[in-house]
């Protein structure tokens, strides 16, 4: 007796032969474009691991500490007190605004101490001059302080070059 063609049977023999190979092909590509993915995904991570110090470079020692780490040890800072500075402020209208502030400068190197010393009249007129053009608006705020700072810090540097101040510290500021 014949056996009766099922439903697979008949599919398979009214699809060509190419669709068989249409169908292997798609496959092929599949699979290799997966794996240029998974090689550029471990090339990739491979090369960030690397550039973050995982791999290679100098060992560590047991703590987890680099030996450069040990090599320079930060120098201490020195202080250098202003004597208070009481300036009046720039103003539109006519009444009377004074800024009284008490000022550190911040080095880490004991030959711009002794620079400063000598040449304070000086450091002391740059620091009045810039004050006095001042408003109360620019004051305000940490953004505004972090201003005056800054320019404070670049004025000292002019005043004392080649040596150099790390920061200006305010100790008090008081806006009347």
Same mark, same amino acid.
């Given at each position: 007796?014949?056996?009766?063609? &099922?439903?697979?049977?008949?599919?398979? $023999?009214? $699809?060509?032969?190419?669709?068989?190979?249409?169908?292997?092909?798609?496959?092929?590509?599949?699979?290799?474009?997966?794996?240029?993915?998974?090689?550029?995904?471990? =090339?990739?991570?491979?090369?960030?691991?690397?550039?973050?110090?995982?791999?290679?470079?100098?060992?560590?020692?047991?703590?987890?500490?680099?030996?450069?780490?040990?090599?320079? $040890?930060?120098?201490?800072?020195?202080?250098?007190?202003?004597?208070?500075?009481?300036?009046?402020?720039? &103003? =539109?209208?006519? +009444?009377?605004?004074?800024?009284?502030?008490?000022? $550190?400068?911040?080095?880490?190197?004991?030959?711009?101490?002794?620079?400063?010393?000598?040449?304070?009249?000086?450091?002391?007129?740059?620091?009045?001059?810039?004050?006095?053009?001042?408003?109360?608006?620019?004051?305000?705020?940490?953004?505004?302080?972090?201003?005056?700072?800054?320019?404070?810090?670049? +004025?000292?540097?002019?005043?004392?070059?080649?040596? +150099?101040?790390?920061?200006?510290?305010?100790?008090?500021?008081?806006?009347?």
């Amino acid at each position: 007796m014949a056996k009766k063609p &099922t439903k697979k049977d008949e599919a398979e $023999a009214a $699809a060509p032969e190419g669709a068989d190979d249409a169908a292997k092909a798609k496959k092929k590509k599949l699979i290799v474009f997966g794996g240029a993915g998974l090689a550029v995904l471990l =090339i990739g991570g491979g090369a960030g691991a690397y550039f973050i110090g995982l791999f290679g470079g100098k060992a560590a020692d047991e703590h987890g500490v680099h030996p450069a780490a040990h090599a320079e $040890a930060p120098k201490p800072a020195m202080f250098v007190e202003l004597p208070e500075l009481t300036v009046n402020l720039s &103003t =539109i209208d006519q +009444r009377a605004t004074y800024l009284k502030v008490k000022i $550190a400068l911040e080095v880490t190197d004991s030959a711009a101490v002794a620079k400063i010393q000598p040449i304070l009249p000086r450091v002391l007129d740059a620091f009045q001059v810039y004050l006095r053009e001042l408003r109360s608006s620019d004051l305000d705020g940490s953004a505004g302080l972090y201003r005056v700072k800054e320019e404070l810090q670049k +004025r000292v540097n002019i005043a004392i070059y080649p040596a +150099r101040v790390d920061a200006v510290l305010f100790k008090e500021i008081l806006i009347q």
